[in-house]
């Protein structure tokens, strides 16, 4: 069985690195997606609704799918109780959370980074204007 696995596992990653590699070898898409060139990442709308996304769905999810875990590792832990596979589910156990802790932090750095990303194009296309602003004041066309 480990075998199969292992041999199943190995073909499945080859497979996508030959996928990768075919993406990265490719020239731009006509449309201007998967290449390169094209348009901007996102719209402010599709930033707010992809952090909305996080928030609704995948956050709490994600916590509902770990609490579900959670249980069903404490009473196998239980029913192993004084056997050394107790306390080898409880240390995954432990890493398990830790990951889950992680990977919660990142989706709450991601909605807020999805969040406050439409401002700061805002800002900084506005600071680029304001320094255009006294370029337009001198100059000789102004008024014609």
């Known amino acids: 069985m480990s075998g199969d696995f292992t041999q199943e596992w190995g073909s499945e990653r080859a497979r996508v690195a030959d996928q990768a590699a075919m993406r990265l070898n490719s020239a731009p898409a006509a449309d201007g997606g998967g290449g390169g060139g094209g348009t901007f990442a996102s719209t402010p709308a599709q930033k ?5 996304t996080i928030e609704t769905e995948l956050e709490p999810n994600t916590k509902k799918a770990t609490e579900y875990a959670d249980e069903s ?5 239980k029913g192993f109780d004084g056997w050394d596979a107790a306390a080898g589910l409880k240390k995954v156990a432990d890493t398990w959370d830790q990951q889950v802790k992680v990977l919660m932090g990142r989706l709450g750095s991601e909605k807020g980074s999805l969040r406050g990303a439409s401002g700061l194009f805002v800002q900084n296309d506005l600071g680029t204007g304001d320094g255009f602003r006294p370029l337009g004041s001198q100059s000789k066309l102004n008024g014609l």
């Open 73 to 77: 590792t404490n009473t196998a832990v």
């Open 48 to 52: 707010r609704s992809a952090a909305n």
